[in-house]
């Protein structure tokens, strides 16, 4: 590292002590930034194919690095980082993905809804939302889990979910749990990096970068919807969903959490998240909240509708419904 700035000010500092001044702080700390960045893009630039890979992907990981926070960026920043992370994709894995920013969509408002009566415990929306969001093959991450429940028993605590037998099970139901996306979100608040936040289209999404894996939002969730990423998540490149989104289903890290975004990359382009196309029984519903004539409407206004622990206070648009 070049230390020609500090050493001018060691200089000055030395001058000014025989003339009885001092070296101010500010100054100082100023040679030594200098310092720092003339080494650091030494490093960039002539790292060469070493430890941190090509200058190439050097260069991309440092602008990573200082990227904003999702919410603060430009558009224009927005579409640079998804450059960046395309690209980088590129060389680490030599895969092409198409990674979107999309915004939300203007009187949009997402809910979801679960038919206790129709689902029979397959778990073939468990398999699809793996798949579509990338999720950790090694540790067999879910968002999605499903709970045999017996008669009486309306919360998934009460439930067995880790069952491996035929299903359905005769005198039994099958509950759905995930991200209830809450509009009083409790994760939200506890976050100290501001990490997490609500879009205006009701879906609670979670800016990677910015986790820092405290897992306070872990903590402060009553419905267990987030997951931790304790090891580096591996996804065969073959079996990797390719059509991503900055704020949904892009390569996670390790240290970071992660969560159900009602598929962003999908409901966002106008199609349903990957749980819902997948259930052979019908059993799962999604659409806005805010168009009168969507079948979310309908089951809310004509089905016996209840959400779990409503006494929280945390509005979650997931509700469950009987026929």
């Not at 000055?12 to 040679?31: H, P």
């Not at 970068?209 to 073959?238: H, L, S, T």
Request: glycine content about 8%; overall charge positive.
């Amino acid at each position: 590292m070049d230390s020609r700035q500090n050493n001018d000010c060691l200089k000055k500092k030395e001058s000014n002590r025989r003339q009885g001044k001092q070296c101010g702080r500010r100054e100082f700390l100023s040679g030594a930034l200098k310092a720092a960045a003339l080494g650091s893009a030494a490093m960039v630039s002539g790292c060469g194919t070493g430890l941190l890979g090509s200058s190439e992907e050097s260069a991309l990981k440092w602008q990573e690095y200082f990227k904003k926070n999702y919410r603060l960026m430009t558009q224009e920043e927005k579409d640079e980082t998804v450059a960046r992370l395309e690209r980088l994709a590129k060389l680490r894995k030599g895969v092409d993905i198409q990674m979107s920013s999309k915004e939300p969509v203007e009187d949009v408002l997402f809910g979801y809804a679960f038919n206790l009566t129709r689902c029979e415990g397959f778990m073939e929306c468990v398999a699809a939302c793996v798949k579509e969001n990338n999720l950790d093959r090694k540790s067999q991450t879910q968002y999605i889990r499903i709970f045999e429940m017996e008669p009486g028993e309306m919360t998934p605590e009460s439930g067995d979910g880790k069952y491996f037998h035929k299903v359905p099970v005769e005198n039994h139901f099958y509950m759905g749990v995930q991200c209830f996306h809450c509009e009083s979100a409790p994760c939200i608040k506890a976050c100290p990096t501001k990490a997490t936040w609500r879009e205006p289209d009701g879906i609670v999404v979670v800016d990677y970068d910015w986790c820092i894996g405290c897992r306070y939002c872990m903590a402060a969730c009553p419905y267990y919807g987030r997951r931790f990423n304790w090891n580096e998540p591996q996804v065969p490149v073959k079996e990797m969903t390719k059509k991503q989104h900055y704020l949904g289903n892009r390569m996670r890290g390790k240290g970071q959490v992660e969560k159900c975004t009602f598929c962003v990359q999908r409901s966002r382009a106008g199609r349903l998240p990957a749980c819902v196309e997948a259930c052979p029984t019908g059993a799962r519903v999604f659409g806005n909240l805010l168009d009168p004539k969507s079948e979310i409407r309908f089951v809310l206004k004509e089905k016996k509708v209840f959400r779990l622990k409503e006494e929280l206070g945390t509005d979650p648009k997931f509700w469950y419904f009987i026929d």
